[in-house]
């Protein structure tokens, strides 16, 4: 570009002014492509797809994105706003240059068989583009089915999958696969279940929320690298059995119902489990306890962690837990062993909220708390022996 | 008297070597643990291939950027930082006007140091990501090289995207 032209441009600019030195006002320009790529990779599909207007240099930077993200529900409320965005994939993908596609996203809910066909296209383009993070938030319709050279990919390390009519293929095999996620999946056939979580050798991080299990009746992982399982807000486990051949898990997190049964095989290596059961299964039935002592040795944990965070990653072990809560709290014996056995092993814990709830049985009743058990729980909390100084014990009740 | 001790923690630790970085720009020097600098790629290599001398001259960064990098390099060499604390760090480091950002992931990629380009390359997409492509192209001192036939043409085939911008 013109020197002179730009230093007088820059000098006439009352922004530009505020810039350092006139060596690095020059060195602006000149931002290599590879550094203009990365950081447009930064941007937002809609502030990425701008850039191609600055300059002829900047015009075909969006077609050699790392990140494909298309989401239906922030593309702009234009008119025909369908047709725009289905025109807008196209175009991206008929574009694209040879560079490497690491994460391909598609968020899109519209019923309709021609639109799943080209959705398909789509994902098969970012299949044989060997892309490494496939996340899917669609919905299939009755007769059709995901591209089955997604279960067959070399490349994948992460799939998430948000398709509640999912059917898989019967030939699965994901030797690369760390992290697996199922968002408000229907799981109904338990042995095209059980294949998908056996496929993946390589499998580390497995998580299953809202999913709905009420017709798989077992529910089977056999992963011999799974380190981090999080099953949350799943609903129809009261139906289902649990069976877990996975050495070497470390964490488990499960916030969903009592399930029928949990068999964990031999795990030797589960140093945290969180188990938080709805209260439509009672504690006092010693369901839920005796299905967690299962789970190996200490330390069992069962209550509901509340994180700031959606990234399972921040989970706490034992050692580092510092926050306890525990809800629909009814001061029975098993739960004041669970709180006793938190106090003694927590080491730095900072504190320990404890919500009550008076509760009725179906003659009227009162089964849960009342004004004399409360002080007798007081008193056994208080004479507790405590590992961490610092802990501090909340006991909140509604009457 | 003193320099008795000063001896005897030499002798004992002969291993914590300094390297001396200095800019070019400004020839400001600085003094950095080594195994702070061999963060940098750039730096790493040249001392493993014996280039690197006293003194490390670093071309086309000035010394208020080096002393940024320099900062990012000492919070990610300490051990016992947390997640959060570097976090925190790194979002101070940041935390300044578009041009420095500018001078600094040049210089995180010609040191080629990995996470100083990614906060550095999120900061500043953060930062224009609601701008006016008019705005954008004189903060990066872009020169528009289109025609306004052509330039109609780009904005055309994606004018869902401008919506809302003049």
Same mark, same amino acid.
């Given at each position: 570009?013109?020197?002179?032209?730009?230093?007088?441009?820059?000098?006439?600019?009352?922004?530009?002014?505020?810039?350092?030195?006139?060596?690095?006002?020059?060195?602006?320009?000149?931002?290599?492509?590879?550094?203009?790529?990365?950081?447009?990779?930064?941007?937002?599909?809609?502030?990425?797809?701008?850039?191609?207007?600055?300059?002829?240099?900047?015009?075909?930077?969006?077609?050699?994105?790392?990140?494909?993200?298309?989401?239906?529900?922030?593309?702009?409320?234009?008119?025909?706003?369908?047709?725009?965005?289905?025109?807008?994939?196209?175009?991206?993908?008929?574009?694209?240059?040879?560079?490497?596609?690491?994460?391909?996203?598609?968020?899109?809910?519209?019923?309709?068989?021609?639109?799943?066909?080209?959705?398909?296209?789509?994902?098969?383009?970012?299949?044989?583009?060997?892309?490494?993070?496939?996340?899917?938030?669609?919905?299939?319709?009755?007769?059709?089915?995901?591209?089955?050279?997604?279960?067959?990919?070399?490349?994948?390390?992460?799939?998430?999958?948000?398709?509640?009519?999912?059917?898989?293929?019967?030939?699965?095999?994901?030797?690369?696969?760390?992290?697996? +996620?199922?968002?408000?999946?229907?799981?109904?056939?338990?042995? !095209? %279940?059980?294949?998908? @979580? =056996?496929?993946?050798?390589? #499998? *580390?991080?497995?998580?299953?929320?809202?999913?709905?299990?009420?017709?798989?009746?077992?529910?089977?992982?056999?992963?011999?690298?799974?380190?981090?399982?999080?099953?949350?807000?799943?609903?129809?486990?009261?139906?289902?059995?649990?069976?877990?051949?996975?050495?070497?898990?470390?964490?488990?997190?499960?916030?969903?119902?009592?399930?029928?049964?949990?068999?964990?095989?031999?795990?030797?290596?589960?140093?945290? +489990?969180?188990?938080?059961?709805?209260?439509?299964?009672?504690? !006092? %039935?010693?369901?839920? @306890? =005796?299905?967690?002592?299962? #789970? *190996?040795?200490?330390?069992?944990?069962?209550?509901?962690?509340?994180?700031?965070?959606?990234?399972?990653?921040?989970?706490?072990?034992?050692?580092?837990?510092?926050?306890?809560?525990?809800?629909?709290?009814?001061?029975?014996?098993?739960?004041?062993?669970?709180?006793?056995?938190?106090?003694?092993?927590?080491?730095?814990?900072?504190?320990?909220?404890?919500?009550?709830?008076?509760?009725?049985?179906?003659?009227?009743?009162?089964?849960?708390?009342?004004?004399?058990?409360?002080? !007798?729980?007081?008193?056994?909390?208080?004479?507790?022996?405590?590992?961490?100084?610092?802990?501090?014990?909340?006991?909140?009740?509604?009457? | 008297?003193?320099?008795?001790?000063?001896?005897?923690?030499?002798?004992?630790?002969?291993?914590?070597?300094?390297?001396?970085?200095?800019?070019?720009?400004?020839?400001?020097?600085?003094?950095?643990?080594?195994?702070?600098?061999?963060?940098?790629?750039?730096?790493?290599?040249?001392?493993?291939?014996?280039?690197?001398?006293?003194?490390?001259?670093?071309?086309?960064?000035?010394?208020?950027?080096?002393?940024?990098?320099?900062?990012?390099?000492?919070?990610?060499?300490?051990?016992?930082?947390?997640?959060?604390?570097?976090?925190?760090?790194?979002?101070?480091?940041?935390?300044?006007?578009?041009?420095?950002?500018?001078?600094?992931?040049?210089?995180?990629?010609?040191?080629?140091?990995?996470?100083?380009?990614?906060?550095?390359?999120?900061?500043?997409?953060?930062?224009?990501?609601?701008?006016?492509?008019?705005?954008?192209?004189?903060?990066?001192?872009?020169?528009?090289?289109?025609?306004?036939?052509?330039?109609?043409?780009?904005?055309?085939?994606?004018?869902?995207?401008?919506?809302?911008?003049?």
């Amino acid at each position: 570009m013109d020197l002179s032209m730009k230093k007088k441009q820059l000098k006439e600019n009352p922004l530009s002014k505020q810039c350092v030195t006139l060596e690095s006002e020059d060195r602006l320009s000149t931002l290599p492509e590879e550094l203009r790529r990365h950081i447009i990779s930064f941007l937002p599909m809609k502030d990425a797809v701008r850039s191609s207007i600055l300059s002829r240099k900047w015009s075909r930077i969006c077609y050699s994105l790392p990140n494909l993200i298309f989401e239906f529900h922030r593309f702009p409320n234009v008119e025909s706003k369908l047709d725009r965005f289905v025109e807008f994939i196209d175009q991206m993908i008929s574009r694209q240059d040879d560079s490497r596609i690491k994460t391909f996203k598609l968020a899109f809910w519209v019923e309709n068989e021609t639109f799943t066909r080209i959705k398909n296209a789509w994902i098969t383009f970012a299949v044989q583009r060997n892309v490494e993070n496939l996340i899917l938030t669609t919905q299939m319709g009755k007769t059709q089915s995901l591209p089955s050279c997604i279960f067959t990919s070399k490349s994948l390390k992460g799939l998430h999958l948000g398709i509640h009519d999912l059917k898989l293929p019967t030939s699965i095999d994901l030797p690369n696969l760390k992290e697996l +996620v199922l968002m408000s999946v229907i799981l109904a056939d338990h042995n !095209s %279940t059980r294949k998908l @979580f =056996s496929s993946c050798p390589a #499998l *580390e991080t497995l998580v299953m929320k809202t999913c709905d299990l009420y017709h798989l009746g077992i529910l089977a992982i056999s992963a011999p690298n799974l380190k981090h399982f999080v099953i949350q807000n799943c609903s129809g486990f009261y139906k289902c059995e649990i069976n877990l051949l996975t050495p070497r898990l470390k964490t488990f997190f499960y916030h969903a119902d009592v399930p029928r049964d949990i068999n964990t095989g031999n795990i030797p290596f589960v140093n945290t +489990v969180f188990l938080f059961f709805e209260n439509t299964h009672p504690w !006092s %039935t010693n369901h839920s @306890f =005796s299905a967690a002592k299962e #789970l *190996e040795q200490p330390p069992y944990m069962l209550f509901y962690l509340e994180m700031n965070s959606q990234d399972f990653s921040h989970i706490k072990l034992l050692n580092h837990l510092e926050y306890v809560e525990i809800r629909n709290f009814e001061g029975c014996d098993i739960e004041l062993e669970i709180v006793e056995f938190l106090l003694n092993n927590a080491k730095v814990l900072v504190e320990m909220k404890l919500i009550a709830r008076e509760s009725r049985d179906h003659t009227g009743l009162t089964v849960g708390i009342n004004c004399v058990k409360i002080r !007798s729980i007081n008193k056994k909390l208080l004479a507790m022996r405590r590992a961490s100084s610092r802990a501090k014990i909340l006991f909140s009740y509604i009457m | 008297m003193a320099s008795a001790p000063e001896n005897e923690k030499n002798a004992s630790a002969p291993e914590k070597k300094t390297l001396t970085l200095k800019s070019m720009i400004n020839n400001e020097e600085f003094v950095v643990d080594e195994h702070v600098a061999l963060q940098s790629v750039t730096i790493k290599n040249m001392v493993d291939s014996d280039c690197a001398g006293d003194v490390i001259p670093v071309p086309t960064i000035s010394g208020e950027i080096l002393a940024l990098v320099i900062e990012y390099c000492k919070n990610h060499a300490n051990p016992s930082a947390s997640e959060d604390d570097l976090k925190k760090a790194d979002a101070g480091i940041v935390a300044k006007d578009i041009y420095t950002l500018i001078d600094l992931v040049l210089a995180a990629n010609f040191l080629d140091i990995k996470g100083l380009l990614e906060v550095t390359s999120q900061k500043i997409a953060d930062s224009i990501k609601d701008l006016p492509h008019q705005d954008v192209r004189e903060i990066f001192g872009v020169e528009n090289d289109y025609t306004p036939e052509e330039e109609a043409a780009v904005r055309a085939e994606h004018d869902w995207a401008f919506e809302g911008f003049p």
